[in-house]
């Protein structure tokens, strides 16, 4: 499995407080992404990056901000949690932007309850 | 823009049966595409992938998929199921001018009964 880990695991919130999720990885990528998952409609990207400092809003970037200050680590930031952002959140990475020679690969994942 | 539809969200089959996952793709271009499995509790891995070449792509665990480019499909196949490919199965597709956009489908749940 590639190195990736995401803190916490679990969390549950009251709407309107702020929430970071981590992801940690070993594997010196250099682009790093943040998925949302909820029923039906699979992943859907929320911002990645593509190096320290650099990151691009995916489909659903609304509500969240994010930050990369060093290689292995990538933030998630929920500045005000709405229960419709109630949903497990996934990192990924992968080495390069080029997904037809390298693949990403896949966190275990946050499950984040909004009250 | 691209997109990807799985119409089966839910499937149910006995060991030994086989098994068709449909997977349909939109984007006016070239395309990478991908199946990934997410067994109960795990995060996602990769099954298998197409990039060019022969339509007819092998996975791990006996999984395949033809890419009919005629039909904008990508549909997972396995001869045989077994109680422990239960999970969730993802269709995701990049295309080739989207840069490093992966979209992925709905997916589908596959229960196999033992």
């Known amino acids: 499995d590639a190195g990736i880990t995401q803190s916490p695991r679990h969390k549950v919130t009251e709407t309107g407080t702020p929430v970071t999720l981590r992801c940690h990885q070993t594997?010196?990528?250099?682009?790093m992404y943040w998925y949302r998952q909820d029923p039906g409609h699979g992943l859907r990207l929320i911002h990645y990056s593509y190096g320290v400092k650099d990151t691009d809003k995916g489909e659903v970037s609304d509500g969240y901000s994010v930050s990369r200050s060093k290689t292995e680590d990538f933030l998630l930031t929920l500045e005000s949690a709405t229960s419709s952002q109630t949903s497990v959140y996934f990192c990924?990475?992968?080495?390069?932007?080029?997904?037809?020679?390298?693949?990403?690969?896949f966190g275990p994942g946050t499950r984040l309850t909004v009250l | 823009a691209q997109s990807v539809s799985q119409h089966n969200h839910h499937v149910i089959l006995s060991e030994a049966a086989s098994l068709e996952l449909g997977c349909n793709y939109s984007y006016g271009g070239t395309v990478n595409l991908f199946w990934y499995v997410q067994y109960p509790g795990q995060h996602l891995q990769l099954l298998l992938k197409?990039?060019?070449?022969?339509?007819l792509v092998k996975g791990i665990k006996g999984f395949e998929a033809e890419f009919i480019k005629s039909k904008f499909s990508f549909n997972l196949r396995k001869p045989s199921v077994q109680w422990s490919d239960t999970a969730e199965y993802f269709c995701a597709v990049n295309g080739w001018n989207a840069g490093n956009m992966l979209t992925f489908g709905g997916g589908t749940r596959l229960m196999v009964k033992p």
């Open positions: 990924a990475i992968s080495e390069s932007g080029v997904l037809r020679y390298n693949e990403q690969f």
């Open positions: 197409y990039f060019s070449g022969d339509p």
């Open positions: 594997e010196n990528h250099r682009y």
